[in-house]
Nanobody, 115 residues
Framework: QVQLVESGGGLVQAGGSLRLSCAASGIIFRIVAMDWYRQAPGKQRELVATITIGGSTNYADSVKGRFTISRDNAKNTVYLQMNSLKPEDAAVYYC?????????WGQGTQVTVSS
């Protein structure tokens, strides 16, 4: 029923930008909060950014000032604009939400940053 599909990952040079998208279905998107997480090989998954139903945002200290999370309720999509990318930003990025007492995750999209 619930499906989250990330897109927009790829290979970018350090200092470059990418915009990730997460399209949601099977939920009433306008009444859920959305999160972006990332996980690099051999490292724990970390919360990158959150956006509430009302549009308030929070960011991990490591990405503040560089990343922006936003949502378009008409398109059932959450975005992560990533600027000034660093090699340490390389990871698989996942979107996540909570619906009907359960957590739901997308399949992830790979971000690679070359130095």
């Amino acid at each position: 029923q619930v499906q989250l599909v990330e897109s927009g990952g790829g290979l970018v040079q350090a200092g470059g930008s990418l915009r990730l998208s997460c399209a949601a279905s099977g939920i009433i998107f306008r009444i859920v909060a959305m999160d972006w997480y990332r996980q690099a090989p051999g490292k724990q998954r970390e919360l990158v950014a959150t956006i509430t139903i009302g549009g308030s945002t929070n960011y991990a200290d490591s990405v503040k000032g560089r990343f922006t999370i936003s949502r378009d309720n008409a398109k059932n999509t959450v975005y992560l604009q990533m600027n000034s990318l660093k090699p340490e930003d390389a990871a698989v990025y996942y979107c996540r939400t909570h619906w009907s007492t359960r957590d739901y995750w997308g399949q992830g999209t790979q971000v690679t940053v070359s130095s």
